[in-house]
């Protein structure tokens, strides 16, 4: 999977991307969220308000409950501001 | 039609290409934002745009069709800019093109209103503090809400 952060969640969990593979409990937004918050450290830092964090799957919004799979990009980052 | 970059943008230069040699056209709506020098009691000296570049074009893209789909456009623009800007300076730029104003005025706003919920771009401030990530705003969520169908 591959995985982009931006804004403070890139500056919180120190990297701007990485490839990793995922668990297979690792079955849909939320659950990636859940295994990249139990990295701990800046990923736990980061994750600890999920209210305040947004996902994208292979460029799209995406929900809690949308499927995500080892060969997606996920993104995660804070409520956008542009405009 | 969309653009993201990094350079400033001419808006009179933008809009006269937007309708050349279109006479179907009778209304020309734009808007542009702006980089402020104060956001609350902060003095501002910079901004920074940070932006995810392979969704961003999508985004936009998704938010030019969807304003085509819903109002009788003869074209349509948007132009946003990423990097450190100042104040003054030009962020966005969106236009609108129809017949008649009606279609234009609101596609205008459609344009802009959805794209500051939906583009990813986050906005990183400098003041004499130091540095802050600007937050989302309730206002835009609730500007973006009002053209859910």
């Known amino acids: ?83 | 039609m969309i653009r993201v970059q990094e350079n400033d943008f001419d808006i009179g230069a933008e809009l006269k290409s937007l309708v050349k040699e279109n006479h179907k056209v009778g209304g020309l709506c734009s808007f542009a934002g702006l980089v402020r020098d104060m956001a609350g009691d902060d003095k501002i000296g910079a901004m920074t745009l940070e932006h995810y570049p392979a969704m961003t074009e999508k985004a936009l893209a998704e938010i030019d069709a969807e304003a085509n789909r819903r109002w009788p456009l003869e074209a349509s623009l948007i132009i946003h800019r990423f990097g450190r800007l100042e104040p003054g300076d030009q962020i966005v730029l969106v236009a609108t093109a129809a017949a008649h104003r009606q279609d234009a005025f609101e596609a205008c706003q459609f344009l802009i209103d959805w794209l500051k919920t939906q583009a990813p771009f986050w906005k990183l401030e400098e003041t004499q503090e130091g540095s802050h990530w600007v937050a989302a705003r309730d206002s835009d969520d609730q500007a973006a809400q009002r053209w859910k169908k």
Do not use: C
């Not at chain 1, 668990?23 to 994750?47: I, N, Q």
């Open chain 1, 1 to 83: 999977m591959k995985l982009l952060y931006f804004s403070w969640l890139r500056e919180k969990i120190g990297i701007a991307e990485e490839d990793a593979l995922p668990p297979e409990s690792v079955t849909t937004v939320a659950t990636t969220l859940e295994w990249l918050k139990s990295r701990g450290g800046g990923y736990e830092d980061a994750l600890k308000d999920l209210a305040l964090v947004r996902v994208a799957v292979n460029q799209n919004h995406a929900k809690l409950d949308d499927p995500v799979s080892p060969d997606d990009e996920v993104a995660l980052f804070p409520p956008v501001t542009g405009g």
